[in-house]
């Protein structure tokens, strides 16, 4: 299943367009699943380059996110092909941008992978429905295109700070929730 979205932010705001694609590729996650999870993530992206426009003087970023939703054995493939690490993991991101919009800002340009399976493990660990964890896992990738790391402590924590400010914003359940300073977990 794949679903397609430009969010339209309103006549107040002058935030451009990211297009979003969203492509379910295990046929596992229910329809209306689907669309939630497509309306929360192009109001989570547009909200992201909001708040990090000033990294680009000022200029929200446009451009476009393609989201895939896979499997472990499809996301082990890409994690060894890609990263040279066997095994399954939660996200994979790859920033393609460069191509500049008429103001001279990059455009997104961005393929994500996520696994439903991990998923599936975390959402239930965590307590919350799988839908939300691959909003999150895809959130923290868009992230990473923006400029966050995190690499380190003071970095992880301000990351994840921004995708929970984020997550807020659009009304969203889940959260990262991250946890005491040099004890990495989650996205």
Known sequence: MSRSSSPNPGPATSVPAVRLDLTEATGRLRASAVERLLDLLARGIARACQREAHRTQGHARAGEVRVRIVDD??????????????????????????????RGVALLDVD?????????????????????????YALHGVLHCLGHDDHDDDAFRAMHAAE?????????????????AGSKGGA
């Open 73 to 102: 054995a499809e996301m082990s493939r890409l994690h060894e092909e890609y990263s040279g690490i066997s095994g399954t993991t939660d996200v994979l991101t790859f920033d393609m941008s460069g191509e500049a919009d008429d």
């Open 112 to 136: 994500i992978a996520v696994c439903l399976d991990e998923a599936e493990r975390q959402g239930a660990k965590r307590g919350h429905a799988p839908e939300d964890e691959v909003l999150l």
């Open 164 to 180: 929970d400010e984020i997550l807020a914003a659009i009304g969203a359940s889940v959260r990262f929730h991250a946890p005491e």
